[in-house]
């Protein structure tokens, strides 16, 4: 019997269920070695779905790292306006804190007509609002 020649095929399955097929076909030379052809031949099966599943792999990671560089962009955002938003009450916490030492400095002059216990809770308020009592 002569062989002229020889088919190949690989089948690889994953473990998502899915498989991947390959095969390769080689026309035999005269005094070429069938078993060689053969074992080079599935050997280059072999590669191409192991090529083939690198770069599915490759594709899944570059997908990945769009991902996250998107969520890094929006975390990025997110953090800009958290500052902004905390810079502007800072700002604002500290016109309340002078608001309420203006008010007691009135109430100590009798300027302004407010109960002990009233002035105290003016104080106990902006001693709150000193920058040592909250995080920037």
């Given at each position: 019997?002569?062989?002229?020649?020889?088919?190949?095929?690989?089948?690889?399955?994953?473990?998502?269920?899915?498989?991947?097929?390959?095969?390769?076909?080689?026309?035999?030379?005269?005094?070429?070695?069938?078993?060689?052809?053969?074992?080079?031949?599935?050997?280059?099966?072999?590669?191409l779905l192991d090529i083939q599943d690198i770069e599915a792999r490759?594709?899944?990671?570059?997908?990945?790292?769009?991902?996250?560089?998107?969520?890094?962009?929006?975390?990025?955002?997110?953090?800009?306006?958290?500052?902004?938003?905390?810079?502007?009450?800072?700002?604002e916490l500290g016109v309340l804190a002078r608001e309420l030492e203006?008010?007691?400095?009135?109430?100590?002059?009798?300027?302004?007509?407010?109960?002990?216990?009233?002035?105290?809770?003016?104080?106990?308020?902006?001693?709150?609002?000193?920058?040592?009592?909250?995080?920037?």
């Amino acid at each position: 019997m002569k062989v002229v020649e020889i088919y190949v095929e690989r089948l690889k399955s994953y473990g998502d269920y899915s498989n991947r097929k390959i095969g390769l076909r080689a026309v035999l030379d005269e005094g070429e070695d069938v078993k060689e052809v053969y074992l080079k031949l599935a050997r280059e099966c072999e590669t191409l779905l192991d090529i083939q599943d690198i770069e599915a792999r490759k594709e899944l990671v570059e997908w990945h790292i769009r991902e996250y560089e998107e969520r890094k962009k929006e975390l990025e955002k997110i953090r800009e306006e958290f500052n902004q938003i905390r810079q502007e009450l800072e700002s604002e916490l500290g016109v309340l804190a002078r608001e309420l030492e203006k008010i007691e400095k009135l109430a100590e002059e009798k300027q302004v007509k407010l109960s002990e216990k009233i002035v105290e809770k003016l104080r106990s308020i902006r001693r709150a609002l000193a920058p040592s009592y909250y995080d920037p």
